[in-house]
């Protein structure tokens, strides 16, 4: 971006940002249309946000534990937690909701320069076709679809794929240290923002260098020498959460995906598929309202058109290449209509990757890029008004799909009345809730600083994943994103145990049916949703002295997430159980001596302690962070190094 502001080009930005600001128009009319859906936005990253702006602002530090939802769980490790992402900064200088509406715009003005950018010098357009590239790229409805869904990833992640195509074109026509960096850099945005948009994107952009360097003039085996060395700076940029990540992987239920092999979406038939990448064409209104996130691949047909153009006027070679590609991205999207649905169902990456559709950023950058190629062809044909036309056409179709796409009709789930939240938080113990049917939201989960036992999200320990069938006392033998699972808890009353319940220092039961065992006592009501209080509840940390009639308390001097400190002065011996869910990057010690962290019957923590111990002070502190941490001082300074070495003028080098 400094690079376009240096060569004059302060015009076209502002261009852009305008054509940004136009087309978060509807958020701007109205915040709700991004921000209270009952999405992944408001249900998962806004609490995630908000937990780690206000927990790095008074503890100063990064929290790597969630406290909030399944009886806590990792944060470091998780791929979606942006703790490292440095565009998360905005969370810090402002409030969450506005904080996420400004996210969205940096992002989508940052692609819309990069898209320039990448046209421009990675491509050769004029600078009429580059704008109108950049345009095209920023509004096309896959985005606004994103922004739809909450998936703020996803959405964030269009602002570096140009860069990552433009420094691709770079290395492979003339490499040099800077391409590389840039190119390193996008790549380790990619990662901290969505590892599953990082694998496809590295093998395209690869795939990419390949084929402009066999299409250049002047070709060097420099090329491979930046790509191989980006590869290593890319790996060290991005350790720091990439080893904690392969650590954390077998211990979730990621792999609970390749026992039933269910790939989304879903389509009908090869109809609604159609249908879907041109509904406002066969479907209209309605069907653009009612089509799921994960189905909406709508493309414009003015810009089909300029991309067919374009595709035209390609080598023969390209056009073989370019067709192949499309070809397998759709094949993959149509999962169950596709003919080779059987052979890719067998394959554990295409399992692992849950939805076929997320790929369909590749069609969305072919698309854009053959359609300002198109119009780059009719340019050079002299037909100047015919270029302003066709691209003008385009951009007010896709302009009004991203526009029906935000304003989507907002279906919320139910959650319980405000005066629910005032009640627990009127509460000043640490305790747990359980709604039995999901009726909690988890931004007000976060705003109200409750913890609850369960929650929504795409990765979880697996550990706690299979207690939870005791802690809710339901069954189900398939992979859910939410627990209790939807499936279950829409269908049948659940009906929890309150000893087990306790063990796991839950508190408060929430319920619109009344429960069954007599150790939940009615403390409250608030419209329909009943409010329980568990007589069997357990503080967070007890001592277990074996022999005893009853567990003992342990008093919590210090509880921050990942990192608590208990006193044991009191007691003789025995164990300290604390009530957390047991992950591999717990440690423990007591009065500086390291203490060996074991698993509880019901998936918590227990140390074992010595008689005379102090103090026992638990922490969330993977080995994999350490190693990676230290690669990534070790990537940076090497990178600094050859950076200052390429900025010294050569004579002063002798």
Same mark, same amino acid.
């Given at each position: 971006?400094?690079?376009l502001?240096?060569?004059?080009n302060?015009r076209?930005?502002?261009?852009?940002?305008?054509?940004?600001?136009?087309?978060?128009?509807?958020?701007?009319?109205?915040?709700?249309?991004?921000?209270?859906?009952?999405?992944?936005?408001?249900?998962?990253?806004?609490?995630?946000?908000?937990?780690?702006?206000?927990?790095?602002?008074?503890?100063?530090?990064?929290?790597?534990?969630?406290s909030?939802?399944?009886s806590?769980?990792?944060?470091?490790p998780?791929? !979606?937690?942006?703790?490292?992402y440095?565009?998360?900064a905005?969370?810090?200088?402002?409030?969450?909701?506005?904080?996420?509406?400004?996210?969205?715009?940096?992002?989508?003005?940052?692609?819309?320069? %990069?898209?320039?950018?990448?046209?421009?010098?990675?491509?050769?357009?004029?600078?009429?076709s580059?704008i109108?590239?950049?345009?095209?790229?920023?509004?096309?409805?896959?985005?606004?679809?994103?922004?739809?869904?909450?998936?703020i990833t996803?959405?964030?992640?269009?602002?570096?794929l140009?860069?990552?195509?433009?420094?691709?074109?770079?290395?492979?026509?003339?490499?040099?240290?800077?391409?590389?960096?840039?190119?390193?850099?996008?790549?380790?945005?990619l990662?901290?923002l969505?590892?599953?948009i990082?694998?496809?994107?590295?093998?395209?952009?690869?795939l990419?260098?390949?084929?402009?360097?066999?299409?250049?003039?002047? *070709?060097?085996?420099?090329?491979?020498?930046?790509?191989?060395?980006?590869?290593?700076?890319?790996?060290?940029?991005?350790?720091?959460?990439?080893?904690?990540?392969?650590?954390?992987?077998?211990?979730?239920?990621?792999?609970?995906?390749?026992?039933?092999?269910?790939?989304?979406?879903i389509?009908?038939?090869?109809? /609604?598929?159609? *249908?879907?990448?041109?509904?406002?064409?066969? %479907?209209?209104r309605?069907?653009?309202?009612?089509l799921?996130? /994960?189905k909406?691949?709508?493309?414009?047909?003015?810009?089909?058109?300029?991309?067919?153009?374009?595709?035209?006027?390609l080598?023969?070679?390209?056009?073989?290449?370019?067709?192949?590609?499309?070809?397998?991205?759709?094949?993959?999207?149509?999962?169950?209509?596709?003919?080779?649905?059987?052979?890719?169902?067998?394959?554990?990456?295409?399992?692992?990757?849950r939805?076929?559709?997320?790929?369909?950023?590749?069609?969305?950058?072919?698309?854009?890029?053959?359609a300002?190629?198109g119009?780059?062809?009719?340019?050079?044909?002299?037909?100047?008004?015919?270029?302003?036309?066709?691209?003008?056409?385009?951009?007010? /179709?896709?302009?009004?799909?991203?526009?029906l796409?935000?304003?989507?009709?907002i279906?919320?789930?139910?959650?319980?009345?405000?005066?629910?939240?005032?009640?627990?938080?009127?509460?000043?113990?640490?305790?747990?809730?359980?709604?039995?049917?999901?009726?909690?939201?988890?931004?007000?989960?976060?705003?109200?600083?409750? !913890?609850?036992i369960?929650?929504?999200?795409?990765?979880?320990?697996?550990?706690?994943?299979?207690?939870?069938?005791?802690?809710?006392?339901?069954?189900?033998?398939?992979?859910?994103?939410?627990?209790?699972?939807?499936?279950v808890?829409k269908? !049948?009353?659940?009906?929890?145990?309150?000893t087990?319940?306790? /063990?796991?220092?839950?508190?408060?039961?929430?319920?619109?049916?009344?429960?069954?065992?007599p !150790?939940?006592t009615?403390?409250?009501?608030?419209?329909?949703?009943?409010?329980?209080?568990?007589?069997?509840?357990?503080?967070?940390?007890?001592f277990?002295?074996?022999?005893?009639?009853?567990?003992i308390?342990?008093?919590?001097?210090?509880?921050?997430?990942g990192?608590?400190?208990?006193?044991?002065?009191?007691?003789?011996?025995?164990?300290?159980?604390?009530?957390?869910? *047991?992950?591999?990057?717990?440690?423990?010690?007591?009065?500086?001596? *390291?203490?060996?962290?074991?698993?509880?019957?019901?998936?918590?923590?227990k140390?074992?302690?010595?008689?005379?111990?102090?103090?026992?002070?638990?922490?969330?502190?993977?080995?994999?962070?350490?190693? %990676?941490?230290?690669?990534?001082?070790?990537?940076?300074?090497?990178?600094?190094?050859?950076?200052?070495?390429?900025?010294?003028?050569?004579?002063?080098?002798?």
């Amino acid at each position: 971006m400094l690079k376009l502001l240096r060569q004059g080009n302060f015009r076209i930005a502002i261009f852009i940002f305008l054509a940004t600001l136009l087309l978060y128009l509807p958020v701007i009319k109205n915040p709700s249309v991004l921000l209270s859906r009952g999405n992944d936005l408001e249900e998962y990253y806004w609490p995630i946000a908000f937990f780690e702006s206000e927990h790095l602002i008074s503890d100063r530090t990064l929290p790597f534990w969630n406290s909030m939802f399944f009886s806590g769980t990792p944060l470091l490790p998780d791929p !979606q937690s942006l703790l490292f992402y440095p565009i998360n900064a905005i969370f810090l200088v402002l409030p969450t909701d506005p904080a996420f509406i400004v996210w969205f715009m940096v992002h989508t003005f940052l692609a819309g320069v %990069g898209a320039y950018l990448a046209a421009r010098k990675g491509f050769g357009f004029s600078r009429v076709s580059s704008i109108f590239t950049a345009l095209f790229y920023i509004t096309f409805p896959r985005a606004a679809g994103f922004a739809e869904a909450g998936h703020i990833t996803l959405a964030a992640s269009i602002a570096w794929l140009p860069f990552v195509l433009l420094a691709s074109a770079k290395l492979a026509k003339s490499p040099n240290f800077y391409w590389m960096l840039v190119w390193s850099f996008s790549l380790s945005m990619l990662f901290f923002l969505f590892p599953t948009i990082f694998a496809p994107s590295l093998a395209t952009s690869l795939l990419f260098v390949v084929v402009c360097w066999f299409y250049s003039r002047a *070709r060097s085996l420099r090329t491979f020498k930046f790509v191989f060395f980006g590869l290593f700076a890319t790996i060290g940029l991005i350790a720091i959460t990439l080893f904690p990540q392969l650590e954390w992987l077998p211990q979730t239920t990621r792999f609970i995906l390749l026992k039933d092999r269910d790939v989304y979406p879903i389509w009908r038939g090869i109809t /609604e598929f159609v *249908r879907a990448v041109y509904p406002h064409v066969f %479907g209209g209104r309605d069907f653009i309202f009612s089509l799921d996130s /994960e189905k909406w691949i709508a493309c414009g047909i003015f810009i089909t058109v300029l991309a067919f153009v374009g595709f035209l006027k390609l080598e023969k070679k390209l056009k073989a290449l370019v067709a192949l590609l499309v070809v397998i991205i759709v094949f993959v999207s149509l999962n169950n209509i596709s003919p080779f649905h059987s052979l890719l169902l067998a394959s554990d990456w295409y399992v692992l990757s849950r939805v076929t559709t997320r790929n369909w950023f590749v069609i969305a950058l072919v698309v854009v890029f053959l359609a300002g190629f198109g119009l780059e062809k009719i340019g050079k044909t002299k037909r100047k008004n015919l270029v302003l036309t066709l691209g003008s056409l385009s951009l007010i /179709e896709l302009f009004i799909l991203s526009w029906l796409r935000l304003e989507r009709p907002i279906i919320k789930n139910e959650e319980v009345p405000q005066k629910v939240y005032e009640f627990l938080k009127s509460d000043t113990e640490l305790f747990r809730v359980f709604c039995t049917t999901r009726c909690l939201s988890q931004k007000n989960v976060a705003l109200y600083n409750l !913890q609850t036992i369960e929650g929504y999200a795409t990765v979880y320990q697996k550990n706690y994943y299979d207690n939870f069938i005791s802690l809710s006392q339901v069954f189900w033998d398939k992979y859910s994103s939410t627990l209790p699972p939807s499936s279950v808890y829409k269908f !049948q009353e659940i009906q929890p145990i309150a000893t087990i319940l306790g /063990e796991a220092n839950v508190k408060y039961v929430i319920s619109p049916y009344t429960l069954n065992d007599p !150790q939940f006592t009615k403390v409250a009501q608030f419209e329909k949703y009943l409010i329980f209080e568990n007589t069997k509840f357990r503080t967070r940390a007890y001592f277990y002295v074996a022999g005893a009639t009853k567990e003992i308390e342990a008093p919590i001097l210090k509880y921050r997430p990942g990192n608590v400190v208990i006193d044991a002065s009191k007691h003789k011996a025995g164990e300290i159980v604390f009530a957390e869910t *047991r992950s591999s990057g717990w440690k423990a010690r007591a009065d500086g001596k *390291r203490l060996e962290i074991e698993e509880a019957g019901n998936k918590l923590m227990k140390v074992k302690v010595e008689p005379n111990t102090q103090f026992v002070e638990l922490y969330y502190y993977p080995e994999s962070y350490r190693l %990676g941490k230290a690669v990534g001082i070790l990537a940076l300074a090497v990178l600094s190094y050859f950076a200052l070495d390429c900025l010294t003028p050569r004579r002063q080098r002798i």
